[in-house]
């Protein structure tokens, strides 16, 4: 019901910045309420890292505080993840989830890589 496209992923040095970006698009008048970003590094469990609701509320995961900032345009079901002072350590697959008002299930993009090396 609901259309996830991620875009931004890439390379970059430590201490370098990137910016994610993702669509949703909503099917049969579903109405997104919260979007946001997990992130699964090899070997590793997905989980998240950032979030924001329509009401602009947020919640990040402790490693990326102060570091990673989320944003959202309800207008266009659009979130986007500004990243600064990358780390080996923010090496993983990032995906894009929305959740609707209706409630469960929570949709999910196809993953962007973001790769953080010297």
């Known amino acids: 019901q609901v259309q996830l496209v991620e875009s931004g992923g890439g390379f970059v040095q430590p201490g370098g910045s990137l910016i994610l970006s993702c669509t949703a698009s909503?099917?049969?008048?579903?109405?997104?309420?919260?979007m946001g970003w997990y992130r699964q590094a090899p070997g590793k469990q997905r989980s998240l890292i950032a979030s924001?609701?329509?009401?602009?509320?947020?919640n990040y995961a402790d490693s990326v505080k102060g570091r990673f900032t989320v944003s959202k345009d309800n207008a266009n079901n659009m979130i986007t993840l500004h990243m600064s002072g990358l780390e080996n350590d923010d090496t993983a697959v990032y995906y894009c989830?929305?959740?609707?008002?209706?409630?469960?299930?929570?949709?999910w993009g196809q993953g962007t890589q973001v790769t953080v090396s010297s």
């Open positions: 989830f929305a959740d609707i008002v209706t409630g469960p299930p929570r949709f």
């Open positions: 909503p099917e049969n008048g579903v109405s997104v309420f919260n």
């Open positions: 924001i609701t329509n009401g602009g509320y947020t």
